[in-house]
């Protein structure tokens, strides 16, 4: 049975699982307000649809055109924008944004207020530590250039990026890999890699017994 709290808003054609938590105050299946200059798609939206067993708890908004797996939980004041794809048992921290056309992978977990620009892929069991801080547009909304290569980082399947870690755009992080705290990562970092510092370089590898079975 759903729990949908009194103060929840679920508009229209939104698309409920089973035993599905919606929380005090949170919206469901919103539809994007764009600016006049935003880059995103002005498609109409299918409605949002949610798993089995999902969570969007109180405050959090997740957007029309979004799926959600089985078993996500988007925390207190997230919020989840248009198009994007969420596999089975993501967690998304309180206060963190997802924006638009971004995929992220089964079990991975997103901590509190971070930041997954739009055009992300995060794979399978990444971890993303609180206020890490992902970029898509190198122009910074200057000439229109910018359109044509703007896109987020991709984080490979197992990949960690520590707290208060900046990604530029584009980059790929690798299988495995490991970003410390407060890493800039200016350029890809191979798999395995363990990278710190600004800017990020590698000082060594992953050590066998911290790799996923």
Same mark, same amino acid.
């Given at each position: ?54 969570? #969007?708890?109180? /405050? $959090?908004?997740?957007?029309? +055109?979004?799926? %959600?797996?089985? *078993?996500?939980? =988007? !925390?207190?004041? @997230? ?75 991709? #984080?490979?399947? /197992? $990949?960690?990026?520590?707290? +208060?870690?900046? %990604?530029?755009? *584009?980059?790929? =992080? !690798?299988?495995? @890999? ?36």
């Amino acid at each position: 049975m759903n729990k949908i709290a009194e103060t929840a808003v679920v508009h229209p054609g939104v698309e409920l699982g089973e035993d599905v938590i919606v929380g005090d105050y949170a919206v469901v299946g919103k539809q994007p307000v764009l600016g006049r200059r935003s880059t995103a798609a002005r498609d109409e939206l299918p409605p949002l649809t949610v798993g089995d067993r999902c969570a #969007i708890l109180a /405050g $959090a908004i997740v957007f029309a +055109g979004t799926h %959600l797996g089985s *078993g996500v939980i =988007v !925390g207190d004041q @997230a919020c989840v924008r248009e198009r994007c794809e969420l596999g089975d048992e993501v967690v998304i921290g309180r206060g963190s944004l997802v924006e638009n056309d971004t995929t992220i992978g089964a079990r991975t977990r997103v901590q509190a207020n971070a930041y997954v620009t739009a055009y992300s892929t995060l794979e399978e069991d990444v971890f993303v530590a609180p206020c890490v801080v992902t970029t898509n547009d190198n122009f910074m909304g200057r000439t229109e250039a910018r359109l044509a290569t703007m896109r987020g980082p991709t #984080i490979r399947r /197992g $990949a960690r990026i520590g707290g +208060g870690a900046v %990604l530029l755009p *584009g980059i790929e =992080v !690798g299988e495995e @890999a490991f970003v410390g705290a407060g890493a800039v990562v200016l350029a890809d970092v191979p798999p395995r890699a363990v990278v710190v510092g600004n800017p990020a370089r590698k000082i060594r590898d992953v050590p066998e017994d911290e790799l996923l079975s």
